[in-house]
């Protein structure tokens, strides 16, 4: 934990609510436990334990992997609950924070097998699986909330429409979706009859343990996974190549794993570029390089809550958006542009960077 800032009172009403949702699945565990021993249930209701699994990809790289471990972080506060995270991939260098009383369970093609063995009474899903999601939602004694860590546009923007339709078919089926899309949420899950709540993401820092950058420099970050063609990190590099005609002392800093980078880096050496743009590498803390930043540049072509958003204007650093506009985040400190074209964006990084009055508003 060290270095990391919880901001607790921000997210209690969002803890709370899943909170409540938990112990509603299993009030009649307790209640009959009351029933049966009601001399004893004070004195052991604390022994009662409530085995709460949860499904991630992994806990390293990326804000369903961070929100993951958050998630976890603090349902290990509550004492009756006993947990499991169950990921893909096996322990990795550089995750996130886990808990060492948390029990790690890596799987494959196992997982329905591994949640019978350790008896789990809620498991939260968060992959994208609607075979396994349709298996998971029929388990007797085993109740279900989907997280959906994605949005309703990924599907149709990658041409995937088939998956698009069985996906939402078992999240009709679940006792349970929580969605992090307002208009999804409001308005399109109400009218396909899935039983959804809305809530924002988890941030890992406390607001009021934030000093906010000082917007000195001329340094544009582009933050997250930077071998996923769909954050289009190719946009920003390329709008690089204008911005340094009119800021010629600007500097992006590209905070990305640098596994699978070739094509980002062949495209600046291409460019010559190789001055102005720097692949800094992955950190868990990413807080280290907002302090002076002037820009954080986010040409994602598809979204459900953006972390990195939400930190960055925690940071008060502007946000220049490709669309996005149905973002929880999205209003306030941010210029949002409908052109997916470099030149587009780099002249709305151009105005900023040469008005710091209008970078500072």
């Known amino acids: 934990m060290k270095n990391i800032y919880f901001s607790f009172n921000k997210l209690y009403n969002k803890i709370f609510l899943i909170f ?47 929100a993951t471990s958050l998630i976890l972080y603090y349902f290990s506060k509550v004492k009756i609950f006993e947990l499991f995270l169950f990921t893909l991939q096996g322990k990795q260098n550089n995750e996130y924070f886990l808990d060492n009383n ?13 949640l019978q063995e350790q008896k789990i009474d809620i498991l939260i899903y968060q992959l994208y ?6 298996i998971l939602n029929k388990i007797k004694n085993l109740k279900l909330i989907i997280i ?24 009709k089926n679940s006792y349970y979706t929580i969605s992090l899309v307002p208009f999804e949420n409001d308005y399109l899950f109400k009218k396909w009859g899935i039983n959804s709540i809305l809530i924002k993401n988890f941030i890992q820092y406390e607001y009021d343990s934030i000093t906010p950058s000082d917007l000195s ?10 071998d ?27 905070i990305s794993s640098l596994n699978g980078l070739f094509f980002l880096k062949k495209l600046t050496k291409d460019l010559n570029l190789e001055n102005y743009v720097k692949f800094v590498g992955y950190t868990t803390n990413p807080s280290i390089y907002y302090k002076n930043a002037s820009i954080h540049l986010f040409p994602t ?26 973002l929880s985040a999205s209003e306030g400190g941010t210029v949002i542009i409908y052109d997916d074209s470099p030149l587009s964006l ?16």
């Open 20 to 66: 409540i949702i938990i112990i509603s699945f299993n009030i009649n565990k307790i209640i009959n436990y009351y029933k049966y021993n009601p001399d004893k249930f004070y004195k052991k209701s604390l022994n009662i334990k409530i085995k709460i699994g949860i499904v991630s990809k992994s806990i390293k790289n990326g804000g369903t992997e961070r």
């Open 102 to 114: 948390i029990k790690r369970i890596a799987f494959k093609n196992n997982l329905i097998g591994l």
């Open 129 to 134: 699986n609607h075979k396994l999601l349709n």
């Open 148 to 171: 959906n860590n994605s949005c309703f546009f990924y599907w149709i923007y990658s041409n995937r429409c088939y998956y698009f339709k069985n996906y939402y078919q078992a999240y």
């Open 217 to 226: 420099s001329d340094i544009i970050l582009m933050i997250g996974r930077g």
């Open 228 to 254: 996923d063609r769909e954050k289009r990190f190719e946009l920003g590099i390329k709008s690089m190549k204008h911005i340094i005609n009119e800021v010629p002392q600007s500097e992006m800093k590209l």
């Open 301 to 326: 072509i598809v979204e459900s809550f953006g972390n990195v958003l939400a930190e960055t204007k925690i940071y008060g650093i502007p946000n220049i958006l490709v669309g996005l506009d149905y």
């Open 346 to 361: 780099a002249k709305v990084a151009i105005k900023i960077l040469k008005n710091k009055r209008y970078k500072k508003n």
